[in-house]
């Protein structure tokens, strides 16, 4: 999907414009990929535009920074006012929205404590990850040959730039066999998670999914699945699951903050329960839709108001 441009991004507490927003190609991060980040959704909502878990996104990020020990040299306070000033600032009403902190430009050398840290928050107009059609009849998934890093390789609760190096790989080894996205393993040979999403399994009317120790990146997406679940009185399970308990199963989605909750209807060509999405997906699909767009009260504060007018452009 092409970006669309928007007029600022935030760096390192100043507003700059779009095309300014450079870096060296000597820098750390270009090198070694030496990043962290979020995806974060603001949506459009009767309010205004209202970010979606805002909190906890910014929190994961200083998660993220403290696993590869870097200090963000600004508070959480600062980033969030930051996220909401920028989306103000661009004016958009529903949009992506990406923070990266990163080793820049002043050494070379593998060693990334002398290379500065530099902060930087983009914003911009995004549709859905999967496509619209995807969001009900549902994706063609293959489980990758690329497993998930092992969890003494790269830290996957870190959502840092390098891992995506092998999201990369998964996606394309999916892309190129006409699959939309792939399921990765761990290296033991369990279900692990997609490129870019968590991934959830019913089967029995119970819901599994993976647990933080096989590979994951906790997202708070599947956080907030897990939530919904148990407000819908609908049992829910984090549990190791082979392989083959997602071709049984009787229901299969991802959860995201790119994918939303999008079902899954074939894994490598086998056809998960009817073929389209199922019952307990649709169910959260709706109470997460609910949540998001602020159709629904917002009882969990799950929607941080931005506090600016309501045309739609995204
Ligand atoms: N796993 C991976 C590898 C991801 O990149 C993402 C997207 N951030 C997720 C899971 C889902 O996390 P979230 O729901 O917080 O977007």
């Known amino acids: 999907m092409p970006l669309t441009k928007a007029s600022k991004i935030w760096a390192n507490g100043k507003m700059i414009d779009w095309d300014d927003a450079k870096i060296h190609v000597l820098a750390h991060v270009v090198n070694y990929g030496s990043s962290i980040f979020e995806g974060i959704r603001c949506y459009h909502t009767s309010k205004g535009p209202a970010v979606f878990r805002l909190g906890e996104h910014v929190e994961r990020l200083f998660d993220s920074s403290k696993i590869y020990r870097i200090e963000i040299p600004f508070s959480r306070a600062q980033v969030c006012d930051a996220i909401l000033e920028l989306v103000r600032v661009n004016k958009l009403d529903a949009c992506y929205i990406r923070p990266i902190v990163l080793r820049g430009y002043g050494d070379i050398g593998v060693n990334p404590f002398p290379s500065p840290i530099d902060v930087f928050i983009a914003c911009y107009p995004w549709g859905k990850y999967l496509g619209e059609e995807a969001l009900e009849k549902g994706v063609d998934v293959c489980v990758s040959s690329w497993a998930r890093m092992a969890p003494n390789t790269f830290p996957a609760m870190a959502k840092a730039g390098a891992n995506y190096m092998n999201s990369q790989l998964i996606k394309m080894e999916a892309l190129v066999n006409g699959y939309s996205e792939g399921i990765a393993l761990t290296t033991e040979g369990n279900v692990s998670e997609g490129s ?105 504060n799950w929607l941080t108001l931005v506090g600016q007018p309501t045309v739609v452009s995204a």
């Open 196 to 300: 870019g999403e968590n991934i959830f399994l019913v089967r029995q009317g119970v819901v599994y999914t993976p647990p933080v120790g096989s590979s994951i990146l906790p997202g708070i997406t599947r956080a907030s699945v897990i939530q919904l679940c148990r407000e819908a009185e609908i049992p829910v399970i984090e549990r190791v699951l082979p392989r083959e308990m997602l071709y049984i199963a009787d229901e299969v989605f991802f959860a995201g903050t790119a994918v939303e909750i999008t079902p899954v209807r074939t894994i490598d060509r086998i056809t998960i329960g009817v073929g389209k999405r199922g019952p307990i997906t649709e169910k959260i699909q709706k109470m997460f839709f609910g949540a998001v767009t602020g159709n629904t009260l917002d009882s969990r």
